[in-house]
Nanobody
């Protein structure tokens, strides 16, 4: 079992930046692939980014490449999502997730989820 707690969300103007953090507790963090997903009001949850257990492989939603960066610090049991050049359409609840595998992209591959952090981008 692993517990995930997201932080770093908030309200920023379009063009600004935010860095989300996800702190993990429980079993060995470095054995989990980690991912970020988001869900906007009235929309389905969508994939944002993922990182492998070692951090050597990353994946991004095509529409977010170049603006978002996922990273992890296994010594701190934390995964990050750096978000730059934010747009109003990035407004959503952002969720951190952990998968008991080396690499995962689909939501159904993830076993543990955080409660989410709200990100709101004003125009």
């Amino acid at each position: 079992q692993v517990q995930l707690v997201e932080s770093g969300g908030g309200l920023v103007q379009a063009g600004g930046s935010l860095r989300l953090s996800c702190a993990a507790s429980g079993r060995t963090f470095s054995s989990y692939a980690m991912g970020w997903f988001r869900q906007a009001p009235g929309k389905e949850r969508e994939f944002v980014a993922a990182i492998s257990v070692s951090g050597s492989n990353t994946d991004y939603a095509d529409s977010l490449k170049g603006r978002f960066t996922i990273s992890r610090a296994n010594g701190k049991n934390t995964v990050y999502l750096q978000m730059n050049s934010l747009k109003p359409e990035d407004t959503a609840v952002y969720y951190c997730a952990a998968a008991v595998r080396t690499r995962a992209i689909r939501a159904d591959e993830y076993h543990y989820w955080g409660q989410g952090t709200q990100v709101t981008i004003s125009s």
